[in-house]
C-alpha cells in the first residue's frame, strides 16, 4: 500500500514558478510515477512521468517548461514548473503502482494505482 501527499500549489502569475511535491509512505523506488492535472468538467491528464531509473517522459504542452524528479532516499516526487501559463491551471495530482507498457500508456490515469488528494495550481494575472 501507498500513500501520496501532495503539496506546493497555489496562486502566481504568467511566467512565475512553482514546484509540487508529492511525499509517499512506502519504498516507491521501483514505482513508475507521474503527475497528471484535471480541470473541472475535463478528464485528467497526464503532464510528467518518471521511470524507476529516473527515464521521463512530458506531455507536449510542458516539454521544456515542467520536469519530474524523484528523491528516492525521501520517497518524493517532485514537479518543478516553470514559465507558467494560464491555461496551466488546474488540480494536480501525484500517482504511483503504474501498470502497462510505460512508453506508450504512462499518460492513462487508468493504470495508476494510487493516488493523491490534489494539490490546486492557478496561473492568473
Known amino acids: 500500500q501507498v500513500h501520496l501527499v501532495e503539496s506546493g500549489g497555489g496562486s502566481v502569475q504568467p511566467g512565475g514558478s512553482l514546484r509540487l511535491s508529492c511525499a509517499a509512505s512506502?519504498?516507491?523506488?521501483?514505482?513508475?510515477m507521474a503527475w497528471f492535472r484535471q480541470e473541472p468538467g475535463k478528464e485528467r491528464e497526464g503532464v510528467a512521468a518518471i521511470t524507476s531509473i529516473s527515464s521521463t517522459a512530458y506531455e507536449d504542452s510542458v516539454k521544456g517548461r515542467f520536469t519530474i524528479s524523484k528523491d528516492n532516499a525521501k520517497n518524493t516526487l517532485y514537479l518543478q514548473m516553470t514559465s507558467l501559463k494560464p491555461e496551466d491551471t488546474a488540480m494536480y495530482y501525484c500517482a504511483a503502482g503504474f501498470s502497462g507498457i510505460w512508453v506508450a500508456q504512462w499518460h492513462q490515469s487508468r493504470r495508476y494505482k494510487y493516488w493523491g488528494q490534489g494539490t490546486q495550481v492557478t496561473v492568473s494575472s
Open positions: 512506502g519504498n516507491t523506488a521501483s514505482s513508475y
